[in-house]
């Protein structure tokens, strides 16, 4: 498995968009099985052709062992600041399936002011079955994680006692309505359990919706998905994929504005537009006024 970040495409328009897997996962686990992947949708969409889309992968699953979330904060730092330049772009979305939400945000709060001093202006967060307070099934699988020493499972415990999980919540909260770093965001929840749970009788997602829909409202259950499907649109006419899509869009809206009036501004000091402006306007005068035009009409309209 690649454990390094890598560009599917840079970006041109300062946008960038960061995909970012979850536990017991790989890039891999955005590929539906008739091999759909959902960055390659993304790619292929013409409106929006000028973004950077990155994938971010590290080391996962029980051969972990003690490599923790914290080691995974600093491996995407490393590759999203310093390898790849990632946030060189003032703007950045992160998609995140799972535990990928976690790291994400434990990310943002760590680096707060590195990201303010940046001049990172927006940041996205498009969680996809993310357990923000963790997940009952994590607990099931603590005597396992002791036995491997695996430090990532423990992370997800939902308990009073997950202080860490806990204290990233309550830090996450304080960072968004402090307002220091622009986030916007949205949560998609899960509908089912997984195929395996719900043979053996078992009726609960793997992230229950209190833990999945958590920071932004208007959450959003993706019908007929469970935590695996979530992250493996079929085609561009899936929920997920438009939402994402919607998303991005909406997300740049604030941009577009500021673009376009900065533009008008500067069409309005250009006086050779100014110029080319008038003249039409004199040239129309002219028209409807069968050809004669007074002098001083003249000298005011190029004025």
Known sequence: ????????????????????????????????????????????????????????????????????????????????????????????????????????????????????????????????????????????????????????AKTLKFSQNNVWLNDLDNDFINLKDANRLNIKGQELIEALPIKIIRFFGFKKQIVEPFSGARYFGRSYKVAGSDHITIAKPEDKYADQHRLLINFIKDFEKPYNLSKTQASETQDLSNPTKRDQENQIRLQFNNEISGGVVNQAETINIQN
């Open 1 to 152: 498995m690649n454990k390094q970040g890598k560009w599917l495409r840079e970006p041109k328009n300062g946008l960038n968009v960061v995909f970012i897997h979850g536990i017991h996962s790989s890039d891999d686990c955005w590929r539906s099985k008739n091999g759909t992947y959902w960055p390659n949708l993304l790619k292929a969409e013409g409106e929006l052709d000028d973004i950077g889309i990155y994938l971010f992968s590290y080391q996962t699953g029980f051969n972990a062992g003690s490599y923790s979330l914290g080691d995974i904060v600093d491996s995407l730092y490393e590759h999203i600041t310093n390898f790849d330049q990632v946030l060189d772009s003032d703007r950045v979305i992160f998609v995140c399936h799972s535990m990928g939400g976690i790291i994400a945000r434990r990310f943002l709060v760590r680096e707060e002011s590195n990201l303010i001093d940046k001049g990172l202006k927006r940041i996205g967060l498009f969680l996809v079955a993310s357990p923000s307070l963790g997940s009952d099934y994590a607990n099931m699988l603590a005597l396992v994680s002791e036995f491997f020493g695996y430090t990532q």
